[in-house]
């Protein structure tokens, strides 16, 4: 299977930081001594070769004592090749932990950062960047842990033929080739056989295997579909309840699943053709070795040993040769892994450069010193490029309270403008030092106890407990107090809307920042419910400026100004 000189070098970039990190002493000491361990293997390979022509010709003599010291000879090997081949697998395992850890840890710092996971799904869409999860957890692995595995086996390849093709050349001798009227030499005619051997099967085995790369990708991303759609259904499990979506889930997972059928079926078609190719491949290069050197011992030029040597010489080289037809599913499953990882990083670092170049079709948020938030000539656009909102100019004090009324969509896209989340537009937001805090409709509950999944992001040593059980009961949640360490969940799939709306006050309230954005926080609470929240924001948060979108009617009495979108 052919790889281009392209993604290659993609590939390169990707790993040399990897080889240049903190840690680059350690891991070169790997490295070397994984290449020594390797030249080592060669050696008992080599060793082996000898052991067993001296064996068959001390069998062919009838010698006793020859048998014997063979018998010796071999537990020596026997010992030097598991103390190096453990050996090996250990520091091969460590290289490929170090490595996937220094990625990983790399694109989730790259990924993770200051919401650049929501907006590289918006801005390079789905053909690049979905399902990152599945990218980082599985596809890391994989490019990481197949390309030392296929580097380490190529080298060891590579000094294989170097090794036997010495070898088998002096064990070809020379061989006559009578035309009749000529006779012509042949030197070394099993180092040619075996060329033509290899080349054939990997020409062959190439051209069977062409399809297993493109199977291989799609199989990759239809399972990844399938994951997500599966994590999806389970954090919607309450809403597909409430309106008995069960039967319409069942056929959205069972639709993904049938992508997996039918990517299965694609791929084992291909790997089964590679698998008759390969299986019938082992065979013949057992055989034929055997038979194209049994006549010169049959006519007394070689003796049994030289015959076993020349058909193992013969393997060696031919299974060097044959690398890239025994490492072709691995090699089609490595690239497709690496390909998912270049276009994740490829995404990110475009969306980096983006946010690092001032473009005028972006909005630009600029930090200044004053305690003031400012928009000017702001104008938002939708990905389809639909203007939702255009040319406004607003300047909001600290302290000051806004009811932004009119288009929830268009006062959703404005909010996350303002924070940083939504870059589609025009114009310029002057941003106040202070944080400004977004409180979407359902707040972030992580998986932990109750009362961590209050404290974030902060950690529950930086919170004051006595305050966070005041303002448990303050919105309404005293019996809660009682379960704040009783056992981990999934809070999200297990409190209601509302329970999980009230939380969000409470978290806000400990946090006490400056500048608030509410975005219908309390929609699920009834009337009466949604003001008293409303009003306990206002009088625990005097001084900080609260910019609100709701439908409660009522809500306008606690704000000094209206603007209508």
Known sequence: MPINTGFLLQFIRLATPFWQSENKTTIRRLTLALF?????????????????????NALEQRSMSGVLTQVGLIVLIFIANIAVTVTHFKIKRTLQLDWRNW????????????????????????????????????????????????????????????????????LSGVVTLNLGFIEIPIYGHLVWLATIYAAGAS??????????????????????????????????????SLVHGEKTEQHRCYSLFQDIIDAWKRQTTAQSNILMFTSGHSILLMAFPILVSSPRFVLGSISLGGLMQSAQAFQQMASALSWPVDNMAKIAEWRASVERVLSLVDALDKLEQEIAHRD???????????????????????????????????????????????????????????????????????????????????PYLPIGTLRTAICYPLAVEDVNQKELAEKLIAVGLSDMRKHLDDNVD???????????????????????????????????????DEIAMLRLICQELPTSAILTITHESRAEAFHQRKITL
């Not at 000898?50 to 064996?55: G, Q, R, T, V, Y």
């Not at 946090?511 to 608030?516: G, H, T, V």
């Open 36 to 56: 020594g361990l390797t030249v080592l293997q060669i050696t008992i390979a080599v060793l082996i070769t000898e052991w067993s022509a001296d064996l068959f």
């Open 103 to 170: 990625l990983t840890t790399k694109l989730i710092a790259q990924w993770m950062n200051d919401g650049r996971h929501y907006l590289v799904t918006h801005i390079q869409g789905n053909a690049s960047s979905d399902n990152p999860d599945g990218r980082i957890a599985e596809d890391v692995r994989i490019a990481t842990e197949s390309a030392i595995d296929l580097v380490h086996s190529l080298v060891f390849c590579s000094l294989l033929l170097i090794s036997f093709t010495k070898i088998l050349w002096t």
């Open 203 to 240: 020409v062959l085995g190439w051209w069977i295997g062409r399809p297993l790369t493109q199977a291989t990708n799609g199989r990759q991303t239809v399972e990844a579909n399938f994951r997500f759609g599966l994590v999806n259904a389970r954090e919607n499990s309450l809403a597909i």
């Open 360 to 442: 005028p079709k972006r909005i630009e948020r600029i930090q200044t010193d004053l305690p003031i938030l400012r928009l000017h000539d702001l104008c938002i656009v939708r990905l389809d490029g639909v203007v939702c909102l255009k040319k406004i100019d607003l300047e909001i004090k600290a302290g000051e309270r806004i009811l932004i009324a009119g288009n929830a969509f268009t006062g959703s896209k404005l909010f996350k403008a303002i924070v940083g989340f939504w870059p589609w537009g025009e114009g310029n937001i002057e941003l106040p030092n202070d944080e400004v805090v977004f409180v979407p409709p359902r």
């Open 490 to 528: 999934s809070w999200d799939a297990t409190l209601s809307r509302e329970q999980q709306q009230r939380l969000g006050a409470v978290r806000l309230l400990l946090q006490r920042p400056k500048w608030i954005l509410l975005q219908q926080a309390f929609d699920s609470l009834d009337s009466d």
